[in-house]
C-alpha cells in the first residue's frame, strides 16, 4: 500500500504547488532628528518582512517574490519622494544597497528586489525573508520647516510559485500580489549656528574723546526659529555687561561699551543691568547682525595693545 499512496501523492503535486499566499509588513524608517543645515546625508535603515504560507507539497518547488516600493503619500515620483509636515516638504529617498546609488522602485521606475524562497518536500509552513531599505534624508535642505514630517510608502509583493530554483525577474509574469504600507519620519529640529568678526578700534595716542567701531555677526538658524543673542560681560577685571573693559600685559584697562543700533543708546549685553539682547527669526539661510562699540573718553593708559573676549550665546 505504501507504493501507490506514494504515487498519487507526487501526481497530485503540481497542482498543490501552486497554492502559495504571501504577506508583508514593514519596520519604520525613521530618521530622528534631522539638522537641515549641515551638508551631510542622514542615513538610516528598515527592514521589509516578505512571509509566505504553503501547504503540504509532494516536490522541491520555490517561491519568487518581487519587493516593490512606490513614491509615498507625498512624493511625485519614486524619484522625487518628500515627507510633508502640514503643507511643508522634506525630501528623501529609499535604496538598494548600502552604497545608496540604486533607487527602490518598481515596474514605474527605480529597482525591484528579487526574493526567493525554498520550499522542502513535504514540509508545509511559512516562509520569511527579509529586505533592507536603506534611507536618506539629504543634507542641505535648509529653508526645511521646524516640525514633525511623516510619509507612508505603498509596498507591492508581487509573488508565484513555481519548479525553478533561478528567481524569473520582476518584469511582466503570473504573479499574484499583496500591498501594505510602511511608516517613514523625520523631525527637523530647531537649531543655530553664530559666528562673530572681530571688533577693531581705531589706533590713537589719547582717549581725550571717544572712539566709535562696529562689527557684525553671522546667524543661521532652522527656518521659523526665533533666537535671541547674549553677549556676556567679557573676561577684563571688574567689567560688567553695560561697561566692558579690554586689557593690556601690564593690566591696565581701557573702558568700552557694545550697542545694538549705530546710534549706540541700546547697551547690547545679557538683558540685565540695563542691557538688551540682539535677535530674530531664522530663514534657513545666513542672516548678518549688525554691533556697534564705543570707547569712552577716559584716562589715557600706557600706550600697548589691549583687546577682550566677549562671549555670545545664543537661546532659540
Known sequence: MAGPLFAALVAAAPAAAQQVSCSGSASPLAFGDVDVL????????STVTVNCTVGLLGILSYNHVCVD????SVGNTVFDRRMASGANRLSFQIYTDAARSN???????????????TNP???????????????????????AVIGDYATNLDITLRYLRNYSAGHPGCGAGDFSSASFTGPVTATVARNCYVSANDLLFATTGSLTGSIDA???????CSSQT????RANAGQGLGATVALRRMTQSSGETI????YTDAGRTILWGDGTAGTSTLGGTGTGGSQTLSFFGRVPA???PSSGLYNDQVTVTIVY
Open 121 to 143: 518536500i513535504l514540509l508545509p509552513g511559512t516562509r520569511t525573508s527579509t529586505v533592507t531599505v536603506y534611507g536618506r534624508v539629504f543634507g542641505g535642505q535648509s529653508a
Open 38 to 45: 549641515s551638508s551631510a546625508p542622514v542615513d538610516v535603515t
Open 69 to 72: 516600493i512606490g513614491a509615498g
Open 298 to 300: 577716559q584716562a589715557t
Open 226 to 229: 526665533p533666537y535671541t543673542l
Open 255 to 258: 573702558d568700552y561699551r557694545l
Open 103 to 117: 533607487v527602490f522602485g518598481g515596474p514605474a521606475g527605480g529597482s525591484s528586489v528579487a526574493v526567493s524562497q
Open 214 to 220: 562696529a562689527s557684525s555677526l553671522s546667524v543661521q
